[in-house]
């Protein structure tokens, strides 16, 4: 299954004889519906009117964003909403110490993963001051072993995050060094680049959670804030370094992107990758969700990051009805 | 707030300056979007790309159907979901007690209002079966006030409905009399009015439950199913005799419709309003639903039924807050 992204403005998006037609400036795709999982479309784009009932008919996921990626909403069809699914997670998460247990695995695994991202740029150049931050890093993963509260549990994450982001500045190259993570708008092309890799990994699990029949809107970990969807939030956590934050580290190393990619809103301050390389990031991003790795440990087959995620929603789906957060088995990365 | 109904084929929809723009044919019109709650488009309409984001930004609900009324499905924006109300919607509903007492209130109201349209129709004829099945449908009020559980409640509905379309099919001309309710497909012009108007209804009422943050597919009187709207067919059951059935009797009696207005689907025996007849059942009933009456017994001005339907909506909502289903009061016409 693949995500079709459309980023070309003033493309015509079609249907004819059960294919997705894409007309980019006169350069024309098609593609068989069954083998799409979901659309995204990036500013200006036309959907016709037979594109949005097959969509519906088939389930597809359609979702708008901006150029910016600024959320505008999705074209839903009924096709997977499970009531059954959603009154046990709703009634899983109704048991505070339910929700405690399992924000605890899924943080944990964070911070490990997060740790590890630093320790492999560690690898060669030894850092005292890194190997510092990592052995906090993974004294605060006791920390949150021991929380006895979902409140205390966020504030030792949000130190570890801290210090983990102070760790990636470090390692940066000179011009994409930054002060902290910023976010709405980002203040400079690091932060750029994570926003932007966070916005498609985050409607990437949306999907893939409405497509399991949950409940996007009620989370676990995040506390419940109306129009957003904290499932999705909570869901990306074991993911972010190690989709999101490892590609851009990398995509940096190797030059991919310069200061002069970036533009700068005047009036907010926030710094976005320039229209012509948004194709470019969501190249990066694509070859990457769609890699192989053997993080599972429930499973012996390597497998790409795209499937890994529909696993670990699935299994998301069975902690729910038994209840039993034990039975989630994060990803980490080693 | 209105409702925009779109059924001439090969429309096209624009926004333009925060207004809906509709090119019928060439006949153009334009709509504020801050009046608008929702779009209705049945069959070939192109909604394009400014419309689509005018709609998700401004949380109007648009909902493609088939020309006969099938749905396609909808355009969702994250506007309305209120994760809070949605659990205490889920846990009232895990109390067995509480979706019983809810249903009889309901199903009890739905009883009544059937009776009240088949008295109406006896006003001048005094027919004595009609009498006796009144007095039956009256009786069967009361096994459903007394009924232990949901399975057994919905039984006395279902021999109250039964009798009460037999009441139907007498009191009607003699060229739309009918054996019995028939759905997908209708088999007779009276089934296939009935089944059109309540399809409008449903989405009506859809959109407003969505519109409350409430989730449609958690029903308290039927049960699961997946990808079904159950609380959707839940909240329709006081309204349909009180909108619809009484909407399409009196239709025919004024001649409105004739056998000569739908077609019959060879295949699939079948019964549909011809194309050109559709507008003037939608006009019919959004005079219906705009027309203003005093039914609900807690308000004492006069309103509107689509304004009434909002605040039973929004009395469902407290209802689940408060976990009373005393505290819902059905619409009762006289």
Redesign the interface.
């Known amino acids: 299954m693949s995500v079709l992204y459309i980023q070309e403005q003033g493309s015509h998006i079609a249907a004819s004889d059960g294919r997705i037609i894409v007309d980019a400036s006169g350069t024309v795709t098609s593609i068989p519906s069954e083998t799409l999982e979901s659309i995204v479309i990036f500013g200006?784009?036309?959907?016709?009117?037979s594109a949005?009932?097959l969509c519906?008919?088939n389930g597809i996921a359609v979702t708008?964003l901006s150029s910016k990626g600024e959320?505008?909403?999705?074209?839903?069809?009924?096709?997977?909403?499970?009531?059954?699914k959603?009154?046990s997670q709703?009634?899983a998460?109704?048991n505070e110490e339910f929700n405690l247990a399992l924000a605890k695995i899924v943080l944990s695994a964070k911070i490990k993963n997060q740790a590890v991202i630093v320790r492999r740029y560690n690898k060669n150049t030894h850092d005292e001051e890194l190997y510092a931050t990592m052995n906090e890093m993974m004294h605060l993963r006791k920390n949150i072993e021991e929380a006895s509260d979902l409140s205390q549990l966020i504030g030792y994450e949000g130190i570890a995050s801290k210090k983990y982001f102070r760790a990636l500045s470090q390692i940066l190259k000179e011009d994409f060094k930054f002060e902290s993570r910023t976010r709405q708008p980002p203040k400079d092309g690091f932060n750029s680049l994570l926003s932007f890799g966070y916005t498609l990994l985050f409607y990437e699990i949306y999907t893939t959670i409405v497509n399991s029949?949950l409940?996007p809107?009620?989370g676990f970990i995040h506390q419940?804030?109306?129009?957003?969807?904290?499932l999705v939030s909570d869901m990306m956590e074991e993911w972010r370094a190690v989709i999101i934050d490892s590609m851009v580290l990398n995509a940096i190393s190797r030059n991919m992107f310069k200061q002069e990619d970036f533009i700068t809103d005047e009036q907010t301050g926030g710094v976005y990758l320039k229209n012509e390389m948004i194709r470019k990031f969501v190249t990066q991003y694509e070859n990457k969700v769609k890699s192989s790795h053997h993080y599972l440990s429930y499973l012996s087959t390597p497998m790409s990051f795209r499937r890994s995620i529909y696993h670990q929603i699935s299994s998301l789906v069975h902690v729910f009805k038994e209840k039993d957060p034990g039975l989630y088995k994060p990803v980490l990365i080693r």
Chains 1, 2 share one sequence.
């Open positions: 200006r784009v036309q959907l016709n009117e949005v009932k519906l008919k708008w959320y505008f909403g999705r074209l839903e069809s009924t096709s997977h909403t499970n009531i059954l959603q009154r709703f009634k998460q109704m029949g409940n809107y009620a419940d804030r109306t129009n957003h969807p904290t």
